[in-house]
């Protein structure tokens, strides 16, 4: 088994930005891709599902176009830095 993770101190980042996540929308993330698998990533994955109901009170609008949805678009941005 070869070498894996985000190491250090990513994995400090990581971690803090999973609970800022966790506290802003009340649902765990989840880090997927291949910095799960190899040292050799380009970017970490993480990803949240949300209920129905709680997309819904966040106004994020038609999920198949979220690139129209100035708040999706704002908060993408921001927690993407």
């Known amino acids: 088994m070869g070498k ?4 250090m101190p990513e994995a400090i980042y990581l971690d803090q930005f999973g609970r800022l996540v ?3 929308f009340g649902a ?3 880090q997927v891709g291949s910095s799960l698998d190899t040292t050799a ?3 970490v994955d993480v ?3 949300l209920s129905d109901e709680a997309y ?3 106004g994020f609008g038609d999920p198949e ?4 949805n100035a708040r999706w678009v ?3 941005l921001a927690f993407s830095i």
């Open 41 to 43: 990533w380009r970017d």
């Open 28 to 30: 765990m993330p989840y």
């Open 65 to 68: 176009r979220t690139d129209w």
């Open 47 to 49: 990803r949240l599902i």
């Open 74 to 76: 704002a908060l993408t």
């Open 4 to 7: 894996h993770g985000v190491g």
């Open 56 to 58: 819904a009170a966040w």
């Open 22 to 24: 966790r506290d802003t």
